[in-house]
């Protein structure tokens, strides 16, 4: 059973820093995408970031460019998300999400490129 589980949400103040952890089980994904959506509440969930299989190749919103890198670990099948300079508007549940298929081009961006989904962890960012 595949399963995605995020890890390294929490409070923070507005100018603060997270790093956001996603381990995989289930099967390796080091040779799929991976990448990160948020959802705020009363908000449609989002893109924020997402990685190739390499790692060569990363895709970030504009809203969170300059702040946020993506990375991975395939060694440890995992993928992460580091946050600097967060905002109140970074407020919501981040979620982390994988790509079935190997050495797929499907849009990075698009969420219906992704079958697997974690349960998501809080962040919120206050002022």
């Known amino acids: 059973q595949v399963q995605l589980v995020e890890s390294g949400g929490g409070l923070v103040q507005a100018g603060g820093s997270l790093t956001l952890s996603c381990a995989a089980s289930?099967?390796?994904?080091?040779?799929?995408?991976m990448g990160w959506f948020r959802q705020a509440p009363g908000k449609e969930r989002e893109f924020v970031a997402a990685?190739?299989?390499?790692?060569?190749?990363?895709y970030l919103a504009d809203s969170v460019k300059g702040r946020f890198t993506i990375s991975r670990d395939n060694a440890k099948n995992a993928v992460y998300l580091q946050m600097i300079s967060l905002k109140p508007e970074d407020t919501a549940v981040y979620y982390c999400a994988a790509d079935r298929s190997y050495y797929s081009l499907q849009d990075p961006v698009n969420i219906g490129s992704y079958d697997y989904w974690g349960q998501g962890t809080q962040v919120t960012v206050s002022s």
């Open positions: 990685i190739r299989w390499s790692g060569g190749n990363t």
């Open positions: 289930g099967r390796t994904f080091s040779r799929s995408t």
